[in-house]
């Protein structure tokens, strides 16, 4: 895999490079975009690929492990956990979306925006991404 | 507060205690501070323009005597190190202090020869990428390419402890990741101590595990960078309110800012799992709102 697109960071935001990380992969694995026994980049290749201390990156990936996303391979190569084969249920991945949601809502609240509006931009950004 | 992440129990790479300086017009610069490197640690030093970052290094490295306080590096004496020591020690100076009338390779060869170890297949391998002519005089090269250098020339002997004072003022945004990679590749293969000062701090959030305020003479707090983002918090509300709420939660203020009205807004540490109590505003912050608050 492609450690330069496997995973992007944003500078700048509260969340902690490695809570983005975390994020990104459970969701990729949540959309069935990365399936069970597939490799992930090593941490010496994603901190590369980032420009990212290497701690960061294995603070992700343990965390990953305990949650039970990633798993150890015999040897040190990681990859997606098998009992991430099934979908999650719907409940759970929409639980994904909640961090991304809950900035948008705060910055709607700031801008004195009603939920009417917010919803509808919200729909028609669906409806532009629908495949 | 020291939070060192790294569970070494070495020596520490640098440790300074007490330093107090003053420059001859009287103004104090460094006032009693503390402040220890643990090996393998990348730190970014912050600190606003004439906060002393500058001077805070440079008496780390030895270049200043302190009126008082004690500086050691690997256990030395920072001002009375031996050649060992030094050899042990990569610097990038704000100012480059590169020989002008020097080539590039009469400048690393000219280095080479003060050091028992010197990478030279790395040194080659970096002149190439960074596309640095190496046989132009220093003067005609580029503020970048000469900033280039000096990086080159303070990774070449492969320091355990790398000192980096805004060591990417002059380099582009490609200029400066690659530079980060560098910083990566010789945190994964050697495990260099890192203090690495600059107002870029989308770099230092990327490569820099943890972070020292400086403020007023004093590393005012050090402490893991992804700590502070998910702990600290930006409450405001009443000075009364604000003072219980730091009371029932068990929280010091990092800092405190007066507002209108009777308000204040205060930066504390939100305790894992303390409850916020309904009404309470708690806003996240990130690196720039902590370096604004802090420094």
């Known amino acids: 895999m492609d450690p330069t697109h496997f995973v992007h960071i944003n500078t700048g935001s509260p969340e902690p490079i490695y809570r983005q990380l975390i994020e990104q992969v459970k969701r990729r694995v949540a959309a069935g975009q990365l399936k069970a026994g597939d490799e992930i980049p090593s941490v010496r290749e994603l901190a590369q690929a980032l420009a990212v201390h290497p701690m960061t990156i294995s603070k992700a990936y343990s965390q990953l492990e305990a949650d039970g996303v990633l798993e150890r391979r015999r040897g040190l190569s990681m990859v997606v956990a098998a009992q991430h084969r099934r979908a999650q249920p719907t409940a759970d991945r929409v639980e994904l979306l909640r961090p991304t949601l809950e900035k948008a809502a705060a910055e709607a609240r700031q801008l004195e925006l009603s939920s009417a509006q917010v919803l509808q931009l919200f729909k028609t950004l669906l409806d532009e991404q629908a495949p | ?295």
């Open chain 2, 1 to 295: 507060m020291t939070s060192p992440h790294f569970p070494h129990t070495d020596t520490p790479s640098a440790q300074l205690a007490g330093v107090s300086l003053s420059y001859a017009e009287g103004a104090s610069v460094l006032n009693g501070l503390d402040w220890q490197l643990l090996p393998g640690q990348v730190v970014g030093l912050l600190g606003r323009n004439g906060a002393g970052k500058t001077t805070l290094l440079e008496t780390l490295l030895g270049l200043r005597e302190p009126q008082s306080g004690s500086v050691k590096v690997f256990g030395q004496d920072a001002t009375r190190r031996d050649d060992a020591t030094r050899a042990r020690i990569g610097y990038v100076p704000q100012q480059n202090d590169l020989f002008q009338g020097f080539t590039a390779a009469q400048l690393l060869a000219y280095f080479r020869s003060f050091y028992p170890r010197w990478n030279e297949a790395r040194v080659e391998g970096l002149l190439s990428r960074w596309e640095i002519p190496r046989d132009r005089p220093i003067r005609k090269l580029s503020g970048g390419q000469q900033q280039r250098l000096s990086i080159i020339r303070a990774l070449a002997h492969e320091p355990d402890l790398l000192v980096l004072d805004e060591p990417v003022a002059s380099l582009d945004p490609v200029g400066r990741r690659d530079f980060l990679r560098e910083l990566v590749d010789q945190v994964l293969d050697r495990g260099t101590t890192v203090v690495f000062s600059t107002h870029i701090l989308s770099d230092l959030e990327r490569v820099a595990f943890n972070l020292a305020f400086l403020s007023r003479g004093r590393i005012a707090l050090q402490a893991p960078l992804d700590e502070l983002l998910e702990q600290v918090r930006a409450f405001t509300g009443s000075v009364t309110e604000m003072a219980s709420l730091m009371a029932r939660l068990g929280a010091q203020p990092l800092k405190r800012t007066p507002l209108e009205a009777g308000r204040e807004r205060v930066l504390a540490r939100l305790p894992a799992n303390a409850a916020l109590p309904a009404g309470v505003a708690a806003d996240r912050v990130n690196l720039d709102d902590l370096f604004a608050e802090l420094t």
